[in-house]
């Protein structure tokens, strides 16, 4: 190929470990114009950003990338025996954000760790309890003896063992609250529909008065704004107008760090390390220690560019990190997120 030839190394490397699996795409490597490519190792995270070109994510000695860090939405799943991937260590949970005051004896957070308090730890303790992994007083704090339990739990079940209840142990215990009711899905916008900055709307986005408001604590300015608990992404511009708002799938796991953060780098395509996936219109803005996390399009096979899901299943997580979009979305950000648009999670 002629031009600009980037390799990146991704630890797009599945994760069934439990809570804090894993999609990562590590930053992009600038690539010498000769075609000799620059090649990171995938535990190096001080690379320069690709801003356009193929990018091949690549590992340049396999045997130095963890098995533990594959997406799981670039690898081909039959592929892959999730019980035979080791688990991953050291990454991010998500803070105690308030996603539900019902009733039920559900999670009202969207993580537990030691230290913390109140009805969450409740359903928490009685839960263990239950299910013959605390044999203590259901007390509402979250002290050693319930991270105790909780790590014979994730042991037991061969979730990754960190003391710390996300989704999958949450899951695994049955208080995890019902995901779709924090989505919001906006009717259908009509054929040839277009944004406030002309750009078509795909199946699931909306642009304007129409699209659903922006989350509270998501910030001021031009930015992107992602809702991880509704699976929704906003455009804002810089007077706070919705210029266009869209589901997306995120990471079933723990790994989308809440904060403000901002794009550092971009590859128009960019492929798994095993070389099964293309990720189009890739647009990072978390780097972690196993690589990195950004926006793209829904995945697709290499071997016959059949895409990993559809357009309906958005608003749903399925990925390991990322955040997959429809084609249009994908596209719209591709020419709206440049190296440097703040980027506000919650």
Known sequence: MAGLVATLVCGVIALRSG????????????????????????????????TGGVATDLAADPAAVDPAAVDPAAVDPAAVDPAAIAPVGNEQDLGGEVL?????????????????SGQSVNCLQQALADQGFYTSAVTGQFDQVTFTAVEALQTDRNLYVDGVVGRESAISLGIWPDEESFVVRTPKPPSG??????????????TGADAPPLPDGSGSGRRIVYDRAGQRVWAVGSEGEIIRSWL???SQYSNELPGTHEVYSRSDMSTAWNGKAWLPKMVRWLKTERGAIGFHSIPLHVADDSPYQTDAELGTRLSGGCQRQAVLDADFLWEWADIGTKVVVV
């Open 193 to 206: 529909a277009v944004d406030l900055l002309g750009y078509r709307l795909s199946s699931v986005a909306s």
């Open 248 to 250: 997306v799938s995120g």
């Open 100 to 116: 539900t005051g019902g009733d039920v004896c559900l999670m009202d957070k969207l993580s537990l760790r030691i230290g913390d």
């Open 19 to 50: 809570d804090d699996g894993a999609e990562f795409v590590a930053p992009a490597v600038a690539a010498a114009s000769s075609g000799d490519a620059d090649v990171l190792d995938a535990t190096d995270l001080a690379a320069s950003a690709a």
